[in-house]
């Protein structure tokens, strides 16, 4: 699967997760879960989902693009900022105004993100990488993925060689820690292959 079809889908994945917490904002719950398992699901899968993207692509679209550092700098912020909010909430408890607040700004801060990442970033990298490129380039965030933190990590630098290595010794901490809590229950699956 190409880079942008997988990323894609886990940014369907996500903003279906983001349209659900809408709804325990306003008091609604979404059927068949609690905010808890909600959330949790939320942090692991965009943990893993930025972990993935500081690796590899990021990186691509500073080597690719003109003004990929400033494009990747503006992405990598926002993923900085996302993942204090989500520290926030898996320090917190529903309930708490705390919890609540980071939950209202990660919503609408992983919106922006998002189309950022679709209408600014993609169709730029999509113009100058080729196909086998991008296949390539997802096959990477593919395997990555398997192997990538479940927790936000915010004090990690967003930095691709950082994020392949010392990132792998905290995603191994973060596979183990959720085995002997079961917090890996919870675990989004990934993108399939069409």
């Known amino acids: 699967m190409d880079a942008l079809t997988f990323l894609r889908a886990d940014h369907e994945s996500v903003l279906g997760m983001l349209e659900a917490l809408d709804g325990a904002l306003e008091g609604n719950v979404a059927q068949g879960g609690d905010l808890d398992t909600m959330v949790t699901n939320l942090i692991i899968a965009e943990s893993q989902h930025e972990a993935i993207e500081e690796q590899w692509l990021w990186p691509a679209v500073r080597n690719a693009l003109d003004d990929g550092d400033e494009l ?102 973060d596979h183990v820690r959720d085995a002997v809590t079961g917090r890996g229950a919870h675990n989004p699956p990934d993108p399939q292959k069409h």
Request: no cysteine; net charge negative.
């Open 72 to 173: 990747a700098d503006h992405g990598t912020a926002q993923e900085q900022a996302g993942k204090v909010l989500l520290q926030r909430l898996e320090d917190g408890t529903p309930g708490d105004p705390d919890y609540h607040d980071a939950l209202q700004k990660f919503v609408a801060a992983g919106r922006e993100h998002i189309a950022y990442e679709q209408d600014v970033v993609w169709p730029r990298l999509a113009a100058v990488l080729s196909e086998a490129e991008l296949e390539k380039l997802g096959e990477r965030l593919e395997t990555a993925k398997k192997v990538s933190p479940t927790r936000p990590h915010p004090a990690t630098p967003p930095v691709g060689m950082v994020q392949k290595t010392l990132g792998l010794g905290v995603a191994v901490a």
